[in-house]
């Protein structure tokens, strides 16, 4: 019966519903043809979200979006091109810094395409940027904020390990700033045969305005990270911290934020977070009927069967990865898949923690990927181009990332390093 659990799931997603409803349709109809009594459908759903550290997510989105309201997008952006403007193809440049100080506040990799893309984009394309490069470099940034800390996904990958979330932060620094710096890198060198311009360079007044400016934003991140990792507060109670801080900042040092617009940041985040907890129930629901159908074990074995060579596994579920990432949101493939494929990574001895951000980076590179990456989608949207130019353009951009995620991959102090300095 697994199969027909498959077949509605994968009809539903050919039908654009919601990946939460899809998931919770096609469960249903498993249940119905399996004649197993409909109570476990609310009991799973709700042991799903029955999680202490999940209660840290609707704080964290919350938080940034606050943040965002303040007018914090601009301010980043603003203190990126002072830093970079005046180097060849500088507000590509600093349209990746800013995804790189952004990543503390946003956690994920669509609402950095939307919320930078819409600003830059079009003053990208003004400047004389081709408009499918603009999208590209836009698209491809994003991808790093879900990998340097405070992250959501990341949360939820150590809801789902098990895991310190202490530690996946930490290991997802050194990474997301080395794809960072890789696309910064293939960016400058496009930049330069293209001739794309560049502006004066900006006085030490105007670049220490800038980090004034950002400064109290790049504060709250720290206090999070370094709360965490203290062991000052836990994941949810840093998540607290960090709205209240925000709120003080948006309020009294921005002065852009107002009861009104308070009051509908809220209701934007409580419909967020109830979408995000319903898509973790039925995930939830998901993954237990795969458990039944003892369906870990035969991915596996197959796995396993073809090559227990740890570097052959890894690959292999790289490549799996990648492919989920492109038609899948990041949050349902974490939750469908990373519990199955951290047994079948453990199993060739790979520390869970390398795992996890092996796994977190073949979802972003995803995103990101031809023909069906959703940031590509997003973007092209924003520059009224077609998703085949974009998808032409962000070729290199996604090279780098390949590259890094072999790195990534062959080494792993690269994600260990820092959580084994601090915690271990």
């Excluded at 952004?102 to 669509?110: C, D, K, N, P, V």
């Excluded at 079009?122 to 940034?141: H, I």
């Excluded at 004034?212 to 790049?218: P, S």
């Excluded at 590509?376 to 951009?397: E, N, T």
Aim: hydrophobic share 55%; glycine share 8%; with cysteine.
């Amino acid at each position: 019966m697994i199969w027909l659990l498959f077949i509605v799931f994968i009809v539903c997603l050919i039908l654009r519903f919601p990946i939460a409803f899809s998931l919770g349709l096609s469960c249903l109809v498993y249940l119905l043809a399996k004649g197993i009594p409909l109570i476990v459908l609310p009991m799973k759903l709700y042991s799903g979200i029955d999680v202490f550290v999940l209660l840290s997510i609707p704080g964290f989105i919350l938080a940034g979006n606050l943040m965002n309201q303040g007018g914090l997008t601009e301010k980043i952006i603003t203190f990126c091109n002072h830093l970079l403007g005046h180097i060849r193809g500088g507000l590509a440049l600093a349209n990746i810094g800013a995804s790189m100080l952004f990543a503390g506040i946003s956690g994920t990799a669509i609402s950095d395409t939307a919320s930078i893309g819409s600003v830059l984009i079009p003053a990208m394309r003004k400047e004389g940027y081709d408009t499918d490069f603009s999208c590209a470099v836009t698209a491809s940034s994003s991808t790093v904020g879900p990998i340097i800390p405070p992250s959501v996904p990341m949360i939820i990958a150590a809801t789902l390990s098990g895991l310190s979330v202490g530690k996946l932060f930490l290991a997802g620094a050194l990474p997301g700033f080395l794809l960072g710096f890789g696309l910064m890198g293939i960016t400058y060198y496009l930049s330069v045969k293209r001739k794309y311009p560049k502006h004066a360079r900006s006085s030490i007044k105007q670049i220490g305005k800038g980090f004034i400016d950002t400064f109290w934003a790049l504060l709250m991140t720290l206090i999070i990270l370094f709360g965490i990792i203290g062991g000052v507060f836990t994941p949810t109670e840093a998540s607290i911290v960090a709205v209240v801080y925000a709120l003080l900042i948006g309020i009294f040092v921005y002065k852009k934020l107002s009861l009104k617009n308070v009051m509908v940041l809220v209701l934007d985040s409580m419909k967020t977070s109830a979408s995000l907890m319903v898509l973790v129930g039925f995930a939830n629901l998901f993954g237990w009927i795969l458990i039944t159908e003892q369906m870990p074990q035969l991915v596996s074995n197959e796995i396993l069967g073809f090559s227990d060579n740890k570097y052959v596994v890894l690959l292999l579920i790289n490549l799996l990865l990648i492919f989920v990432g492109t038609f899948m949101e990041t949050i349902a493939a974490l939750l469908i898949l990373f519990p199955i494929l951290l047994k079948v990574a453990m199993a060739v001895e790979v520390d869970p923690i390398h795992f996890s951000v092996i796994a977190l980076l073949n979802l972003m590179i995803g995103l990101t990927t031809p023909p069906l990456g959703i940031c590509l989608f997003v973007s092209a949207s924003i520059g009224k181009v077609s998703i085949g130019k974009v998808s032409k353009a962000g070729l290199p951009f996604l090279l780098v990332s390949l590259l890094v995620l072999t790195l990534v991959t062959l080494f792993p102090q690269i994600s260990l390093f820092l959580p084994e300095l601090f915690l271990d």
